[in-house]
């Protein structure tokens, strides 16, 4: 059963303008073709893999909301929602914490994506 | 993951480790296509094409059937045309071909003489920004070759001053000799094997001059076809070659670095790309049993990284499990699997992988795969053996796509499906012996009269080249 106290503090959301997204999921693309041989029959095929990860990991207490003012540095079981200011994709990588999250942006986009943020503490 | 594309019956059709097969429309509408040029016979050369996540790639479309069963290279602008370099079949003089981008698409243009005096081997052909082209290549006089150089300032409408002339030879008399050419900044590299003992480089200034004297980077024994050269963005020249090792130098323009050792076991197919101003190595290296494994190495953090086996589905084994009917009892045998020692890939019970009615080898691994090599150092002879893979609920037979292995031969490799995207979907992972894994199932279906014995067991394919898109 909630109390009125977390009724009250549960459910705050905070809305993160401009935020700029530079991690990337993987750090290179590797595409490439290869000759396989099996029983004397040469096949061409194409491979496509992802190495390394360079995601961008967020303290919360690093953001500033569309006030000024920071975000708290630990919150309740907290939700990061993104909403795109371009055509390239971003998107949170793994689960948030109570102080952090990791977000990336596909590995397509050519540099830094600029998105907004919005932040919302589920509560307990 | 790996699409098959189309056979080849080719003696080289992904040409030279250097030379270019893999292309990306960078900008505009058709971003991110894939292109592919490949020899798909002694005489032809086709193109093919997809867009992410390429799952399907075009039907093939000619762009040569006159060319000879060698070596051949391709270069694309970054307006997406695309020029073919090529000996043709009948005369194994150089040729070119471009090949234009309209509307998502290519065209292919004319043949064209690029050099008709003498026998012209294994090109290298660039492109500069203002879209002047280079080509390199060997060619062959009173038995020994030469390296040439021409351009063309047309798109490659004409080459030099005509297909009489030979261009600039920038290194004569060799025994053996491969080239790469490469447009940096404000230069043109070419970087050449001779004699298999060497490899050099000479540069000149794109604005015109002579060409630099010749610089050694690298000597050994075996320098042949396998090595490759790239520029970073801030033009700084990379090579990699195999002397037995595989060692990588770089220019600055001014100096060279020292050279630096990327692995002490030979390596075949090196080729080099650039993330920025960061150099990634992949090539291939034997795993063992003769089977060739694809690596990279890269300089991220400053130092290179020690080898990697680039996609872990088409490696070693997680884990294999032998389970013995006749005792009941399961014996891991995965380090044993993995090592290429003879005969100790066995059930202690039975002494040998499978026997009777009901044994069993669980291939298993943390992702889906498709390949499996078997190197045996007794063949079963007398018995049969069933595939499956659990789907969720049961355990499903396939017939493998390479056909029912029934472990008679000393050496196979069995394509379990063509390809990833052939794997089915409802392949879910279970556990056996206490190992949660995705497990292929060989079950003996009747009993052998002589047992097959192991020596190693992986998902290596046998791959012979690549081409790395770079």
Partial sequence: ?124 | MFKKIIDTTASSGLGDPSSRKLFKIVDGEYAGRLLAIIQTSPSEIVFTYADGPCSSWSAPEVVANDAANTPFDAVMAGDGHVWLVYTEQSSYYLVSRKMTFTDGAWTVGNKVDIYNGSMSLEPSVSVESSGKLWVSWSRLSSGYYDIQVKSSTDGGASWGSGATDPGESIAAGLTEGYSRIIVATSTIHAVYSANETDILARSKPLSGGAWSSEFTIGSGTGVDHHFDASVAEDGLLGVIFDAGQLRYREYDGSNWSSVVTLDEDEATWPQLSFNGNVPMVTYLADSGAGQQVMKYVHRRTGSFSAPVVLDPRAGQFDSAILYDSVSATYADVTEAARSAATGDVYHPSSGCLLKSAGDTIYLGMERRYRFVTFCLSTSGAGGTVSYAYFDGSNWKSFTPAGSTFNLDEAEKGLRLWDDYHGIPADWQANSINGQLKFWVRVEVSSAFSTGPVGSMLTAVSNLLATSVRR
């Fill in chain 1, 1 to 124: 059963m909630l109390s009125t106290l977390s009724r009250i503090t549960s459910r705050r959301v905070w809305f993160v303008p401009r935020f700029s997204v530079w991690g990337s999921p993987v750090w290179n693309e590797v595409d490439f073709l290869a000759m396989e041989e099996v029983d004397s029959t040469k096949s061409i095929l194409y491979g496509g893999i992802g190495i390394g990860e360079s995601t961008q990991t967020v303290s919360f207490a690093d953001l500033v909301d569309f006030r000024g003012n920071n975000l708290p540095p630990m919150i309740t079981n907290p939700k990061v929602l993104v909403r795109a200011r371009s055509s390239d994709s971003v998107f949170i990588v793994g689960d948030e914490t109570s102080t952090e999250f990791r977000i990336a942006r596909a590995p397509d986009a050519v540099g830094p994506v600029v998105v907004d943020l919005t932040v919302i503490e589920m509560g307990e």
